[in-house]
């Protein structure tokens, strides 16, 4: 099953620049990379998002601006509003966990709203979701600032995906058909040289065997030099030893 693309963060309304940034640092932290802005106070670009990102560069070059809410969740079929009370729409309501196992497995885009960061999302915005999300909190203080709350979510989505550091020196590409095939003719020359190929009746299903082997791994052109090299070395020493 193939699983749903990551959800889309969308900033409703969002006051400062710098919030902007620290949301979008939080998302690229955990490999979430659109970044959807409703009517932010300030504009858009806002100068002051870019230090605060801290390198995530990418996300605010491809934040797009939307006039409404509506316009902004238009393509997406599941919407969540995270919201510490209900604000008299009765919804579902789920955790950040709950809410990530559910995107994963649901049909079609899911679309996470963060309201402005004093006021949250209001009663109109939450109307348009379908699901509430809502983080666990202290009933005591239950203030989280915006870049705090789009971490705790995409912290929750990230723990069902591979992310790992980048290796730190990019892989050679495979090595083309034409030294592979030298390196499987070099092989079979010595195989039939050392009558390996027995009962003469097998010797097909053998050589499609090692054919196989030969082209599972994805050799890279330096891979296939070295071991031609091997080959060559063995039957320079079988050589000499017959001489």
């Known amino acids: 099953m193939v699983s749903s693309p990551p959800p889309v963060?969308?900033?409703v309304r969002p006051q400062l620049g710098e919030n902007i940034g620290?949301?979008?640092?939080?998302?690229?932290?955990?490999?979430?990379?659109?970044?959807?802005?409703?009517a932010p106070r300030d504009g858009w670009p806002n100068p002051a998002a870019g230090p605060?990102?801290?390198?995530?560069?990418?996300?605010?070059a491809q934040a797009q601006v939307f006039e409404t809410v509506a316009d902004a969740v238009a393509d997406c079929p599941n919407v969540y509003a995270t919201t510490v009370r209900k604000r008299g729409v009765t919804k579902p309501v789920v955790t950040p966990e709950e809410?990530?196992?559910?995107?994963?497995?649901?049909?079609?885009?899911?679309?996470?709203?963060?309201?402005?960061?004093?006021?949250?999302?209001?009663?109109?915005?939450?109307?348009?979701?379908?699901?509430?999300?809502?983080?666990?909190?202290n009933p005591e203080f239950g203030?989280?600032?915006?870049?705090?709350?789009?971490?705790?979510?995409?912290y929750e989505w990230?723990?069902?995906?591979?992310?790992?550091?980048?290796?730190?020196?990019?892989?050679?590409?495979?090595?083309?058909?034409?030294?592979?095939?030298?390196?499987?003719?070099?092989?079979?020359?010595?195989?039939?040289?050392?009558?390996?190929?027995?009962?003469?009746?097998?010797?097909?299903?053998?050589?499609?065997?090692?054919r196989t082997l030969l082209t599972k791994p994805g050799w890279t052109t330096q891979e296939v030099r070295t071991m031609r090299g091997v080959l060559s070395a063995l039957a320079g020493s079988k050589a000499k030893r017959s001489g």
């Open 158 to 210: 990230s723990k069902g995906e591979a992310l790992v550091s980048p290796p730190e020196v990019t892989l050679d590409p495979p090595a083309p058909q034409e030294d592979l095939e030298g390196l499987i003719g070099q092989l079979d020359t010595m195989l039939v040289q050392a009558n390996f190929f027995f009962p003469p009746d097998r010797t097909p299903a053998t050589r499609r065997t090692l």
């Open 9 to 11: 963060i969308v900033l």
């Open 22 to 38: 620290k949301a979008a640092r939080a998302m690229l932290n955990f490999g979430l990379t659109e970044m959807r802005l409703v």
């Open 52 to 60: 605060a990102a801290s390198g995530a560069d990418i996300v605010l």
């Open 143 to 154: 203030s989280l600032n915006l870049a705090q709350a789009v971490i705790l979510v995409a």
């Open 99 to 137: 809410a990530a196992a559910t995107m994963r497995s649901a049909s079609g885009r899911s679309a996470i709203l963060f309201g402005p960061e004093r006021s949250g999302l209001e009663t109109d915005d939450v109307a348009l979701a379908r699901t509430i999300l809502t983080v666990p909190i």
